[in-house]
């Protein structure tokens, strides 16, 4: 009777997978990922256990993903050049095809080429050093079929991309239908790890910490804004823009549905200590003004607020402004939805006009940061003088997009929409947004256009322009830039 049952069970299995598939169902891509992490060099300060720690959180949030990983790739402190590179590569993507989706993930220390027009990824095993740079990399994953995604926790990896970078510039060597990346900071920012009051590092680094809760069940999937099961490019960008405030998390492309991220919303994991955190406001106007912000505790905790502030272009992490979070008698707080609110330090008029809400978990003389978010602090009320450098053409067919960089001294809101020649408002790029701390040569915000209106059609060839309102604190001012040309594809745009 049992040797009867498997026949039927064997038969049935070769029936299913012998029936062709659905001509309207297309195939599901296959993924893999590569993860690359170095902790251990000879130039630079040793940031063990730190990318270590953000290798293994990643994985464990990729081997979530309803799809599944048909493998998961780690390197560990080796010293990888462009052949040892192209190599590793070569095995953990063995076998994609096209409509496959390809993942890297790479947490190192990032430098600059000496032009400045390149990131550099350290690679090192604590002995020898290679730099493998943003060309080494392309090289290689170019001629893999199917999708590339590059997810870049590491100092100046905006250059990958061209972003966040000194002047507009509309394309990068990644730019095209195939690569899809994030990065932890724009190409003229560090990133930052976690370090404790005794400058040792600990943990992780902020950038992954978002990264992880946006993607995880342990951070509710954070990043799914409509709570669809699916976590796209935009979302994850958008989201990390809210949760990571110590660098400005840069994407390309700008606007995409690309699904980075597929979970099953019944899946359940013990969450981390914080999550949630919401500022009722992101600026702050006046002196007496205060900052109010909600979070959810998951565990009973000791917690303490820090505000981080920015002097001379640089986070005083080692100078918080830090309360306890009010609780019992031991100082525990229990779990919840929280409220508070915190009043910012006197003396503004020096600071940089920035600062940093950290919520720190406190367990005996370890300090674990749970979030970090930027906060703009425009007391001021001064005069922002803006301006604007944009591109002098682009060409959206040819995966390119118009990129602006918009001047001014001082934090500011602002609020930014494309104009056609009729001065009609044909995209809006920008709705009370508040400014970040980009490290460029001359500071200001930068913002970027796919070239699809508002209906998400493609735009007419033709002249436009880019108006810009700001606020800085009390003070509102308008500009609008020269024209910019949009090309079709058979147009050659600069």
Known sequence: MRARCWSILLALHILLCCLPARADQPALPSLRALLVACDDFVSQPDTAPSSYNNLIAIRRALLRDSRGYRGIRVSLNQALDGAGFAQLAAQAFAGAREGDISL?????????????????????????????????????????????????????????????????????????????????????????????????????????????????????????????GVITLSELHAYLLRAYGASTPQAYPQLEDFPLFVYDPAIRAEPFSVTNLLLERGTITTPEEELAFTYTLHSPTRLA??????????????????????????????????????????????????????????????????????????????????????????????????????????????????????????????RGAQSRPLHLEEEGSALWWDGKTQAGEWAAAGDYRLRVSLLAGTSRSEITSAPFTLVDEAEQAD
């Open 305 to 430: 607020y820090q505000l981080v502030y920015q002097r001379e272009g640089s986070w005083r992490f080692h100078q918080p402004q830090s309360i306890m979070a009010p609780g019992r008698a031991d100082g525990v707080v229990l779990p919840g939805r929280k409220a508070a609110a915190l009043s910012v330090q006197q003396g503004l008029s020096g600071l940089s006009g920035y600062a940093l809400l950290l919520l720190v978990s406190v367990q005996e003389d370890l300090s674990t940061p749970q979030a970090c978010v930027l906060v703009s602090v425009q007391t001021g009320g001064k005069d922002p003088s803006p301006s604007i450098d944009s591109v002098r053409s682009f060409s959206p067919r040819q995966w390119q997009e118009a990129a602006f960089i918009l001047r001014h001294s001082g934090p500011v809101s602002y609020w930014a929409d494309v104009l056609n020649a009729q001065g009609e408002v044909v995209a809006s790029l920008a």
């Open 104 to 228: 890297l993930y790479l947490s190192t220390h990032g430098l600059l080429t000496p032009a400045g027009d390149d990131f550099v990824a350290l690679m090192s095993d604590g002995v020898t050093e290679s730099r493998l740079t943003g060309a080494d990399m392309h090289a290689v994953l170019r001629d893999i079929p199917g999708t590339k995604v590059i997810l870049v926790d590491a100092c100046y990896s905006g250059a990958l991309i061209n972003k966040g970078m000194d002047s507009p510039l509309p394309a990068s060597r990644f730019s095209g239908p195939d690569f899809k990346v994030i990065t932890s900071a724009g190409g003229r920012e560090p990133s930052f790890l976690w370090v404790d009051s005794g400058g040792s590092v600990r943990g992780g680094s902020y950038f992954t910490r978002a990264l992880e809760e946006g993607i995880s069940a342990r951070g509710r999937f954070a990043a799914d804004g409509d709570r669809d």
